[in-house]
């Protein structure tokens, strides 16, 4: 294991960086935008709502239609499998005079909508849901007013559907969480000339007439340098380099609980784009020791934890996770995913209500797993299989094209 990997652009940055660039007055610039299922769900509904979002390239300019721009869609709004997509997308519409109705895959119409049906029906929209709060619902926009939200929860998604309505709509609107969650919405909006205040766990965004256009290198997804991380912490020598790798505090959280199981991550900072920092990681194996995930550190590495339970079951060592029941409403449950296949394979793993016990087990991990079309789930288990001394095979190992598609060609070249 050794090289230099530039993993994909950032998924979350990517969604942003096209629905502000179609509500800023003028072209943007975007450099190095993630191609992938999810994002190509969050370009192709923009275009049904009438932005002008050219075909995805490393390069692309966006000419956004200001704020109010957008156009009633004359067909459903299809979110395939990204929940992102769909509620910051629903904030939007929810600000706009037309309704729309959103529809996606049977993962994202079993996931939970009230969460942002309710902020956004206080502000003075309406929801209607066919079965339950899932997909597919519609969205009737009005004049919304403005909100003092507290979620007693973190989820960037809310924040940032609460945060569009309100830039649309033109009225402030203040949120509040338990812990913060990830800001890109915030930064971007921050650069492109909205008066945005952070205190805490509080964010509050002030009417802004226009949007300025935006410059931006979208740098590399830490979530999915992520696994490069765990794979080179793994291996048995060699060194592997991540770089141009957002560095995003509220994003970092990953490589804090690696760090701590004993992995040796050096991090320089480079650069800022976007309002983001950037920068390398160079990663060396090392022993690792059992930790604890609680519910504070959560948020910060939401979508890394299929993938630190793989790490203990791949290192030998405990893990326990609470306060993330969350992941049970993710792409696949999570927690019942990973404790499945990771039993399916010979590991020690229990479910918690609302987390799971990885028990330290000496013994060669082997057998078949099913990611249950979750393409973060497909990857933990494929860095666990390419750690030394397993033989497991992924099955629908094409569900990676959600958030990386090139992931096995580039696991390949590296552990080569
Ligand atoms: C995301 C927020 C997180 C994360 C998801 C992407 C985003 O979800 O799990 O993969 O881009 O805002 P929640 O906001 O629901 O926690």
Same mark, same amino acid.
């Given at each position: 294991?050794?090289?230099?990997?530039?993993?994909?652009?950032?998924?979350?940055?990517?969604?942003?960086?096209?629905?502000?660039?179609?509500?800023?007055?003028?072209?943007?610039?975007?450099?190095?935008?993630?191609?992938?299922?999810?994002?190509?769900?969050?370009?192709?509904?923009?275009?049904?709502?009438?932005?002008?979002?050219?075909?995805?390239?490393?390069?692309?300019?966006?000419?956004?239609?200001?704020?109010? $721009?957008?156009?009633?869609?004359?067909?459903?709004?299809?979110?395939?499998?990204?929940?992102?997509?769909?509620?910051?997308?629903?904030?939007?519409?929810?600000?706009?005079?037309?309704?729309?109705?959103?529809?996606?895959?049977?993962?994202? %119409?079993?996931?939970?909508?009230?969460?942002?049906?309710?902020?956004?029906?206080?502000?003075?929209?309406?929801?209607?849901?066919?079965?339950?709060?899932?997909?597919?619902?519609?969205?009737?926009?009005?004049?919304?007013?403005?909100?003092?939200?507290?979620?007693?929860?973190?989820?960037?998604?809310?924040?940032?559907?609460?945060?569009?309505?309100?830039?649309?709509?033109?009225?402030?609107?203040?949120?509040?969480?338990?812990?913060?969650?990830?800001?890109?919405?915030?930064?971007?909006?921050?650069?492109?000339?909205?008066?945005?205040?952070?205190?805490?766990?509080?964010?509050?965004?002030?009417?802004?007439?226009?949007?300025?256009?935006?410059?931006?290198?979208?740098?590399?997804?830490?979530?999915?340098?992520?696994?490069?991380?765990?794979?080179?912490?793994?291996? $048995?020598?060699?060194?592997?380099?991540?770089?141009?790798?957002?560095?995003?505090?509220?994003?970092? $959280?990953?490589?804090?609980?690696?760090?701590?199981?004993?992995?040796?991550?050096?991090?320089?900072?480079?650069?800022?784009?976007?309002?983001?920092?950037?920068?390398?990681?160079?990663?060396?194996?090392?022993?690792?020791?059992?930790?604890?995930?609680?519910?504070?550190?959560?948020?910060?590495?939401?979508?890394?934890?299929?993938?630190?339970?793989?790490?203990?079951?791949?290192?030998?060592?405990?893990?326990?996770?609470?306060?993330?029941?969350?992941?049970?409403?993710?792409?696949?449950?999570?927690? %019942?995913?990973?404790?499945?296949?990771?039993?399916?394979? $010979?590991?020690?793993?229990?479910?918690?209500?609302?987390?799971?016990?990885?028990?330290?087990?000496?013994?060669?991990?082997?057998?078949?797993?099913?990611?249950?079309?979750?393409?973060?789930?497909?990857?933990?288990?494929?860095?666990?299989?390419?750690?030394?001394?397993?033989?497991?095979?992924?099955?629908?190992?094409?569900?990676?094209?959600?958030?990386?598609?090139?992931?096995?060609?580039?696991?390949?070249?590296?552990?080569?």
């Amino acid at each position: 294991m050794s090289g230099t990997i530039r993993v994909p652009g950032d998924k979350s940055i990517s969604h942003r960086s096209l629905i502000l660039a179609s509500l800023a007055d003028g072209e943007s610039r975007i450099r190095g935008i993630l191609d992938s299922e999810d994002v190509r769900a969050t370009a192709e509904v923009l275009r049904a709502l009438g932005a002008a979002i050219p075909e995805l390239a490393g390069e692309m300019r966006v000419n956004g239609a200001g704020i109010r $721009g957008l156009l009633p869609p004359r067909r459903a709004l299809d979110c395939a499998n990204s929940g992102t997509t769909t509620r910051l997308l629903a904030g939007v519409v929810a600000a706009h005079p037309f309704s729309a109705r959103f529809e996606g895959d049977a993962s994202l %119409s079993r996931r939970p909508m009230k969460r942002i049906a309710e902020p956004l029906t206080y502000m003075g929209a309406k929801f209607d849901f066919e079965h339950g709060d899932g997909l597919p619902m519609t969205v009737h926009g009005a004049d919304l007013r403005s909100i003092d939200w507290d979620t007693h929860a973190s989820s960037a998604q809310v924040k940032s559907a609460i945060l569009l309505a309100g830039l649309v709509s033109e009225v402030e609107v203040r949120v509040t969480e338990k812990s913060p969650s990830r800001d890109h919405t915030e930064r971007m909006l921050r650069a492109m000339g909205a008066d945005v205040e952070t205190d805490g766990n509080q964010v509050c965004l002030r009417p802004a007439r226009r949007l300025s256009p935006i410059e931006i290198d979208v740098p590399a997804d830490p979530s999915s340098a992520a696994f490069f991380v765990a794979l080179a912490s793994l291996a $048995g020598g060699g060194e592997l380099t991540l770089t141009d790798v957002c560095l995003n505090p509220t994003r970092t $959280g990953f490589l804090e609980a690696i760090t701590r199981m004993g992995a040796q991550v050096d991090k320089t900072a480079s650069a800022r784009s976007g309002g983001e920092e950037i920068g390398s990681l160079r990663v060396r194996p090392a022993p690792l020791r059992s930790t604890r995930i609680t519910e504070a550190e959560v948020p910060s590495l939401i979508d890394e934890l299929p993938l630190l339970a793989c790490i203990a079951a791949g290192a030998g060592v405990d893990l326990e996770i609470t306060g993330a029941a969350e992941l049970r409403v993710k792409e696949s449950d999570r927690i %019942s995913a990973v404790v499945q296949n990771l039993r399916a394979v $010979g590991a020690d793993a229990e479910e918690l209500p609302d987390g799971l016990r990885v028990h330290a087990s000496r013994r060669e991990l082997s057998g078949t797993i099913d990611p249950r079309g979750d393409h973060r789930i497909a990857m933990a288990f494929g860095i666990l299989s390419a750690a030394s001394g397993n033989h497991i095979t992924v099955t629908n190992p094409d569900c990676v094209a959600v958030s990386y598609p090139r992931f096995w060609e580039d696991l390949r070249r590296v552990a080569a």
